[in-house]
């Protein structure tokens, strides 16, 4: 399924600078998409969300942007911290009449924050 | 902050086993998930559940899994016959409504092992 696919397997970024992790999709019937970071050993955390007919949503030092007609998604992380050092996960759903909640993952981004 | 748990975190079984992976969703939520992540693999969607009964299912969904909410708190995953690709991490999630974006919270998941 490559659906959603994020193509950098890994970042790395120095602390106090902008993390930008990238997804891109081929489905453009998905509704919405959320992004989640994952530490080793621990289930999915979410981060923030934004609804297809948005491009932009903001939380915090958490900022995701979404460009409908290139189909790619982007969450910058401003600034970084050594905490934010994780696995980060694209996720969409709510595609063509799917129930909620069925979600398709990107393979996901390793970010290193360095102090 | 209120978090779904999963039970156990570690399940060794054998070949043609039959195992129940358990889950306590958050307590207000109304939709039930589940997802598996194969080692080196996506986070891949299985099964929703709402209202008592199965919203939709993947095709990895087959015959030997069923999913079942014995009482108001418990939400269960059984495979009747495991097989060795069986073995993965197992996700619960839960979320709160459907219609905007209801994140699914996920728990720490349930590592199984099919020898």
């Known amino acids: 399924d490559q659906q959603v696919k994020q193509n950098s397997p890994s970042l790395s970024v120095q602390e106090g600078r902008i993390s930008i992790l990238n997804c891109d999709y081929t489905?453009?019937?998905?509704?919405?998409f959320l992004w989640y970071k994952k530490y080793p050993a621990e289930g999915p955390t979410f981060l923030i969300s934004i609804s297809s007919i948005k491009d932009k949503n903001e939380d915090g030092r958490f900022t995701v942007f979404l460009n409908k007609s290139a189909k790619h998604l982007s969450l910058h992380i401003v600034p970084s911290q050594p905490g934010d050092s994780a696995v980060y996960f694209c996720a969409a759903g709510g595609a063509g009449g799917t129930s909620y909640g069925k979600l398709t993952f990107g393979q996901g981004t390793i970010l290193t924050v360095h102090p | 902050e209120p978090e779904v748990t999963q039970t156990p975190s570690h399940q060794v079984t054998q070949m043609g086993q039959e195992v129940i992976l358990r889950c306590v969703p958050i307590?207000?939520?109304?939709?039930f998930y589940w997802y598996r992540q194969i080692l080196g693999q996506k986070v891949e969607f299985l099964v929703s559940?709402?209202?008592?009964?199965?919203?939709?299912k993947s095709e990895i969904f087959d015959d030997q899994f069923s999913v079942e909410r014995p009482d108001g708190s418990n939400f269960t995953l059984k495979i009747r016959s495991t097989k060795l690709e069986d073995s993965a991490m197992y996700f619960c999630?839960?979320?709160?409504?459907?219609?905007?974006?209801?994140?699914?919270?996920f728990g720490n998941g349930t590592r199984l092992t099919v020898t």
């Open positions: 489905n453009s019937m998905f509704d919405y």
């Open positions: 307590s207000n939520h109304l939709y």
């Open positions: 559940f709402y209202n008592n009964e199965i919203s939709e």
């Open positions: 999630a839960s979320s709160e409504v459907q219609g905007g974006i209801s994140p699914l919270h």
